[in-house]
């Protein structure tokens, strides 16, 4: 797997990276599949059809929705949904997740890099 550009020049910046990614990005108690379409919605949004998902798939990609474009899209309907389907461990993890991933694609953004719809 790739390191982030910089990286390796601080070790500790390194470390907190991979732990991250072994431990929430790819591991953890969230199904990654889950993660990995959270994902690409966050680098691609016109390339997942959110409507064609439903139960978990389709809560999660609402939620990641509100999450990167609308906050207000995380109403009480969502979160009632949210909380039928997930345990609070897996709302926790899949949103650090998101926030994570969306963050890092950003940052990828500016270094000229394309969308990335995995960890890298």
């Known amino acids: 797997m790739a390191h982030l550009p910089g990286t390796a ?3 500790p910046a390194l470390e907190a990276y991979e732990f991250t990614r072994d431990n929430v990005l790819l591991g953890g108690i969230v199904d990654p599949e889950l993660k990995r379409l959270c994902f690409r919605y966050l680098a691609t949004p016109d390339a ?3 409507d ?4 978990r ?3 999660a990609l609402e939620w ?3 999450i990167a474009r609308d906050s207000e899209l995380a109403d009480d309907e969502l979160w009632k949904r ?3 389907l997930f345990t609070e461990p897996e709302l926790v993890e899949l949103g650090c997740a998101v926030g994570f991933a969306l963050g890092q694609q950003h940052w990828e953004r500016t270094l000229g890099l394309p969308p990335q719809t995995g960890v890298s």
């Open 9 to 11: 020049q601080l070790p």
């Open 48 to 50: 997942v059809d959110v």
């Open 52 to 55: 064609s998902f439903d139960g």
């Open 57 to 59: 798939d389709r809560a």
């Open 64 to 66: 990641t929705r509100a």
């Open 82 to 84: 949210l909380h039928a």
